[in-house]
């Protein structure tokens, strides 16, 4: 493969396909706009799909990656870790059979549905990134399911945002979706050896988006429009 060189991308944690909000979409009876996609012939966008699944969180954590992501030529700048595809681009179309498949499959680091999948496109992405690139891992770095097997094959190049020590994962979308609408970029930190847990930050002040920001921002991130008070 080409290597690719300075090239950022983003890792994105899933959403859960066991909760509630999925129980709604798989349901025989669903006929809001995002369930009849992914009943069509060309399915949904697994970003969509998710966002719906964690709401903020997953909103966040797409609208950041996607302002920010530098991506080397013909490569992808950010992929959904999945509970039995491994490693997927944001904009893979899936459908009910897909989530149905994610659904059945609690992930576990031991479990091989999950870990072989995602080993073997780590194993790829490791080798398509130069030493001098960075993959950024929006998600929780106190849990090995992810970690681990990102670690083991990526080693200094997977790092993850320092503000996201100490912070939920509802203050974690918030503060995505801000930075992402003002265009500031947070700063970076090597998982490997990184502090798990710290003190909490304060919290994030409500505000609302109004005016040219926020019709930039919903211009340049369909689907990712931030509400009121994030």
């Known amino acids: 493969m080409k290597q690719a060189s300075g090239s ?8 859960s396909a066991g909760g509630e909000r999925a129980r709604m ?9 995002l369930a009849r996609k992914l009943r069509g012939k060309s399915g949904a966008p697994i970003a969509d ?42 904009r893979t179309r899936i459908r009910l059979d897909d989530l149905r498949e994610f659904a059945a499959v609690d992930i576990q680091k ?36 992810y970690v681990e097997v990102l670690l083991a094959n990526l080693g200094e190049r997977l790092r993850f945002p320092a503000d996201f020590v100490g912070r939920g994962d509802m ?13 500031h970029e947070l700063s970076y930190i090597a998982v490997a050896g990184a502090t798990v847990n710290g003190k ?26 931030p509400q009121a008070g994030v």
């Open 8 to 15: 950022r991308i983003f890792l994105l944690s899933p959403a």
């Open 25 to 33: 979409i798989l349901r025989d009876q669903a006929q809001f706009e």
């Open 49 to 90: 799909v998710f966002t719906f699944l964690s709401g903020l969180y997953f909103r966040g954590k797409i609208a950041y990656a996607t302002a920010f992501a530098r991506p080397a030529r013909g490569m992808s700048g950010v992929f959904v870790i999945t509970p039995t595809r491994g490693l997927l681009d944001a």
């Open 110 to 145: 031991d479990d091989p549905r999950y870990r072989l999948p995602i080993e073997r496109d780590a194993r790829r992405l490791a080798r398509k990134l130069s030493a001098h690139s960075e993959a950024i891992l929006l998600g929780s770095i106190a849990t090995g399911k």
């Open 171 to 183: 203050s974690r979308g918030g503060l995505m979706l801000r930075c992402a609408a003002d265009g």
């Open 200 to 225: 909490r930050p304060p919290k994030l002040a409500p505000r609302k988006y109004t005016g040219a920001a926020l019709s930039a921002f919903a211009s340049a991130i369909p689907g990712a429009l």
